[in-house]
């Protein structure tokens, strides 16, 4: 009798009787072999010290324990086991990219270079704290979750590069945390810094990620137009309920040109650039800096804009920024004309239905504070150190003027 027990049960949840009970939870993905036939022998052991106990009571033919042994049989045929995620090794790279084109978990099992697409929806790819020399694509798929890695693009060769995380209007739900991203500068001839993450799908979230845009390459006497900076984070205009949350920013340069006629020096990049996109929340980001705007060197053209904090174009719709960080304000570029300085916020919506909130932000090391609903230059100054006057704890806050 005790060994039909035992044998029976084997890894799953098994109920001797009402008050003498024994479970073994299911296996986790990852667990070696080895330490799940440990647990299962720890629970057989003490199945069989029940059966000892209950043995001099009840006899093979009883009813009740024959009734246990049905509950424990229909138990096993409904258990599902766990099935450990696809591990992404170089055997899966097919002319530079792997593609994600099944439903399911995925772990990167090495450092691998190598771009990745992902087409299916209900996939999550663990980047398992490996570093991940390529980009990767969201280009069709919705309930996607990325995490825990490092990504380092490389260096662009075309004009204006794809961002380093790109998710398409195709896709939806999509989450993105716990992803450091460092692009790699540009190189060549007056070519576009690289964004770290650009969105244009609805529901996506971006928590915890540290993102450094990348810088552009500076143009020849031929270039007239200079390629921007890369930007952190880039909202398009068909990204819809967007939560940007606790990450850390970077940006880069903007590009210098050379044309003996004159020309347009490329801008830097924005830490986060709302490019006409609906209804974003942006909550206590940290801005280290934004990247300077490119020069004009012929003196007859105009110089880039410093990079700014957020940058909300005018046909955005409720957007939300509070509680962030924001320093260190990218310098104008110079030129016949002069760029603009970088703001912390940049806001150029105006006053009605589709205002932005700008609230409770606090910014140091900055030439141009708060630029809201396309008006001048606002914010509290704070000296440093702060004195003992009270401060609205809703005000957008300068350190040191």
Known sequence: MKSYLIHSFSLFLLFFTPTVFATFDTATPGESLWNVVKRVGVVENSIESRCDILEPNISISDAGLLSYLDVIESRIDNVVIPLAPTALTASHIITGTITVASAGNYILSTDLTTDI??????????????????????????????????????????????????????????????????????????????????????????????????????????????????????????????????????????????????????????????????????????????????????????GGDGGDGVKIDSSSVDIAVWDCIIGRTGTRGTGGVNGQYGAVVDDVVVAGANE????????HNVILGYLLQASSNSGIIMPVPPTAAVINSFANVIAGG
């Open 356 to 363: 932005s909130i700008v609230y409770a932000n606090f910014a």
């Open 117 to 302: 697409i992902i087409t299916a929806s209900y996939v999550s790819l663990d980047l398992n704290k490996r570093r991940l020399t390529g980009s990767i694509d969201v280009s069709d798929g919705d309930d996607i979750y990325i995490y825990h890695g490092i990504l380092l693009p490389q260096a662009p060769a075309i004009g204006v590069p794809d961002a380093a995380i790109t998710v398409t209007a195709a896709s939806q739900r999509v989450i993105i945390s716990d992803v450091l991203i460092q692009c790699t500068n540009s190189s060549g001839v007056n070519i576009a810094g690289r964004t770290g993450i650009e969105i244009a799908g609805d529901d996506a979230q971006i928590i915890g990620c540290g993102i450094v845009g990348g810088i552009a390459s500076d143009g020849d006497a031929t270039s007239s137009v200079g390629g921007n900076g890369g930007d952190g984070i880039r909202l398009l205009s068909t990204a819809n309920r967007t939560i940007i949350k606790d990450c850390v920013l970077k940006t880069g340069k903007g590009a210098n040109v050379s044309d003996a006629g004159g020309g347009t020096a490329g801008r830097a990049g924005h830490a986060i650039y709302v490019n006409n996109a609906t209804n974003a929340q942006i909550i206590g980001i940290v801005v280290l800096e934004t990247g300077a705007g490119g020069t004009d060197t012929s003196g007859l053209g105009t």
